[in-house]
């Protein structure tokens, strides 16, 4: 039984400290802080009506570095699980460190002023975890995260090396409304109108954002536009899976979310630079996040499945083979379970497993790691009793795009 603390008050974290509050057996004492201590105070109400467990809430600035120490050394957890931004993952790495608290994410981290995301910021702190004798474990949500784990349990079990991986992510999910996006919606923007990028033959190959599209019929959602894009877990996978050949990221859009999106960048208005407006600087990207609906207020009127997976071709016992592994969540059934959405669903349930694992012992070490360098069975198992669950699909030949 341990105790931990989650930071950040999003629509994942209320997923997170609501599948923790169903296994109190594993977490006996939560304390979940934000910046805004009062949708903290909310999520503790809605765990305390579902499941009759009090949690603890705090204010925090994540950004500050003292203050972020302060609080941990208050609560005194043996985990910090970091739900909140990526720009804030270093700040509260460097007040674990100062702490002496292990350290959990699910997304790397993205500095403000840049709209690029990778490991290298967050893999330089190797040295000290290790030193410190602490672990801290990156992008353990769904992908990145689950993803990872899915081409682990393939390397362990079900193909002797892989040569190609297409990682697959649908929301077959539907609002209703014209355009809303279903994480934050600053980070959904940057990340979706970065260029594309892949791993072939040992470089990346870029392409111009949403510039190459497939077709593919998704199990549970049905046929959908999917296009390539650059996604974390391309870099962590091209370092731990040396050997594999090709290593491709899809995400599925909806033809009206591409319209709305094509619109706002053509008038600036997903732009990270700054610029004055009646006499003082803003963002734009920030302006719009504030104008689109919040993430965690959607979970009421989605509608539909997710579908996420990986397929990967290889050699098992020297004959080609191709497998596909995925999991399919409902929106509704989300809903109904934590009152968030299956976009928060997917997420801030593999958080939650991976933290237990962590306090529970199943996955340890000193430094900072990837999921993919991690035992995969212990998590899979978790996945199929926590509300994720997956299959394995023989596929009859390669992807042929």
């Known amino acids: ?6 930071i950040g008050a999003g629509g994942v974290s209320s997923v997170a400290v609501h599948k923790m509050a169903m296994n109190a057996d594993i977490f006996s004492h939560i304390t979940l802080a934000s910046r805004t201590k009062s949708k903290c105070d909310a999520i503790a109400q809605s765990v305390k009506s579902r499941f009759g467990v009090d949690i603890d809430t705090a204010a925090i600035d994540a950004d500050d570095v003292t203050a972020t120490t302060a609080l941990i050394q208050k609560v005194q957890p043996e985990l910090v699980v970091n739900l909140a931004l990526p720009y804030q993952d270093l700040s509260i790495m460097d007040a674990c460190l100062a702490a002496g608290v292990d350290y959990l994410d699910t997304a790397n981290y993205e500095p403000r002023d840049e709209a690029k995301f990778e490991y290298k910021w967050q893999w330089a702190y190797q040295d000290r975890f290790k030193d410190a004798g602490l672990m801290a474990l990156l992008g353990s949500g769904f992908d990145p995260g689950v993803t990872s784990v899915f081409t682990t349990y393939i390397k362990k079990h079900l193909l002797d090396s892989i040569e190609t991986l297409d ?6 999910g539907d609002t209703g409304l014209p355009f809303a996006t279903n994480f934050n919606p600053e980070i959904n923007l940057r990340e979706v109108t970065a260029n594309s990028r892949h791993w072939e033959n040992g470089q990346w190959v870029e392409g111009p954002a949403l510039s190459h599209k497939q077709t593919f019929d998704f199990e549970g959602v049905g046929p959908k536009n999917m296009y390539l894009m650059y996604h974390e877990e391309l870099e962590s996978l091209a370092k731990f899976y040396p050997e594999i050949k090709r290593i491709r990221f899809w995400m599925t859009f909806g033809d009206s979310y591409l319209k709305h999106l094509e619109v706002l960048e053509n008038i600036g208005m997903t732009s990270i630079e700054p610029m004055q407006f009646q006499g003082r600087e803003i963002i734009p990207i920030e302006f719009l996040k504030a104008l689109l609906p919040e993430p965690a207020s959607l979970g009421p009127i989605t509608k539909g499945k997710t579908n ?3 397929i990967a071709t290889g050699l098992k ?3 080609k083979k191709t497998v596909y592994v995925n999991n399919i969540c409902d929106h509704e059934e989300a809903y109904a379970e934590t009152g968030n959405q299956a976009v ?3 997420t801030g349930v593999p958080a939650m497993i991976g933290a237990a694992l962590m306090v529970t012992g199943q996955w340890k070490g000193d430094g900072v790691f990837n999921m993919e360098q991690l035992d995969p069975d212990p998590f899979m198992d978790m996945l199929n009793k926590h509300g994720l669950p997956w299959k394995v699909q023989d596929l009859d030949a390669p992807l042929d795009f």
């Open 317 to 319: 016992d020297g004959v």
């Open 167 to 172: 990682i697959l992510d649908c929301n077959g």
């Open 308 to 310: 996420i997976g990986v």
């Open 1 to 6: 039984m341990s105790k931990v603390l989650v």
């Open 344 to 346: 928060s669903y997917t």
